[in-house]
């Protein structure tokens, strides 16, 4: 079970708050995550792969949890009552871009239909959680930036990279995977 999210401080003054799903499906026994790419012509986070999410609105979102039901049906095509969202991360905030981050984890029916919105996803796809957790997939580099030392966490893909805010939802939730593995729920 994951300890319940918390919201995260922002790193930088007039941050934005946002909300992201973290999509999981089952396929042939084995736990999916649904990932999109940014087309180059975004204002922010060009090219990167990211999850469904998008900016706090105060006049269509009850809280960020709708938030992220709401980008990831404008993004993706998911409808939200095919979410069941069973957790939220611990929050993360960007410098560049200037967000406090909420992620929540989704579970969906097995490989859901999705139609990515072509403004905001130019590709849609999903990787095994094990994918993920293979040996060589994942790396970590320490950067100096103006305000600290960075940790930045990578994990390439046969064909894309996944690094900055995703990749470090993506290493919390993984880590809290394992830590919740032990010998009494195998």
């Given amino acids: 079970m994951l300890p319940p999210g918390r919201d995260i ?19 042939d026994g084995e736990a999916h995550v649904v990932l999109t790419k940014r087309p180059e012509s975004m204002p922010s986070h ?54 406090t981050i909420a992620p929540f ?4 029916p097995p490989r859901p239909l999705l139609t990515p919105d072509p403004r905001e996803v130019v590709r849609v796809f999903d990787v095994p959680l094990s994918a993920l ?10 950067w100096d930036t103006w305000m600290a030392d960075l940790d930045v966490h990578f994990y390439e893909l046969e064909d894309e990279t996944v690094w900055g805010a995703t990749a470090r939802i993506l290493t919390s939730f993984l880590a809290h995977l394992i830590a919740d593995r032990s010998p009494n729920t195998m």
């Fill in 133 to 142: 957790m293979a040996e060589g997939v994942y790396r970590e580099e320490r």
């Fill in 105 to 108: 984890v989704g579970f969906l």
């Fill in 46 to 99: 060009q090219g990167e792969i990211a999850f469904p999410g998008g900016k706090f609105d105060a006049a269509l979102d009850a809280d960020v949890r709708a938030t992220a039901l709401r980008e990831a049906k404008e993004e993706i095509g998911l409808a939200p009552s095919d979410v069941e969202v069973v957790a939220r991360l611990e929050g993360i905030a960007t410098v560049a871009s200037r967000f």
């Fill in 9 to 27: 401080v922002p790193l930088v003054d007039g941050s934005v708050e946002a909300a992201v799903l973290v999509p999981l499906f089952e396929l």
